[in-house]
């Protein structure tokens, strides 16, 4: 069962705004799919929004400790984007500013 993961600028559940920047944005939306449907949503702040450096990798890590198999994001960072690879997740590109809801159909399709 793949595991998403959308940075987000609001926590609006599925009409959250997915956020222009990945490791930064203010939450995350953990979705666990099945079968083309939404078995769970969880969103989480974001524990690294704020550091000061090193935050792509930081999120990185922290997503994949969670299992987190897919990243919709609309932009990473190239060093967010090395060790989200490391981690073998794999990375779909969406637009900012769409709602969750959306862009889960770019994982869909």
Excluded: T
Aim: no cysteine; hydrophobic share 45%; aromatic share 10%.
């Amino acid at each position: 069962m793949p595991r998403i993961a959308v940075p987000l600028d609001s926590n609006n559940g599925l009409e959250s705004s997915v956020a222009y920047r990945f490791a930064r944005a203010p939450f995350f939306g953990v979705i666990e799919y099945k079968n083309n449907q939404i078995i769970s949503l969880n969103i989480y702040n974001n524990p690294h929004s704020m550091d000061r450096g090193g935050v792509g990798i930081a999120v990185s890590q922290w997503l994949a400790s969670m299992g987190i198999n897919v990243v919709l994001a609309p932009e990473i960072g190239p060093n967010a984007f090395n060790a989200l690879q490391s981690f073998g997740i794999q990375i779909i590109r969406v637009p900012p500013g769409i709602p969750l809801r959306q862009a889960l159909e770019y994982y869909r399709s």
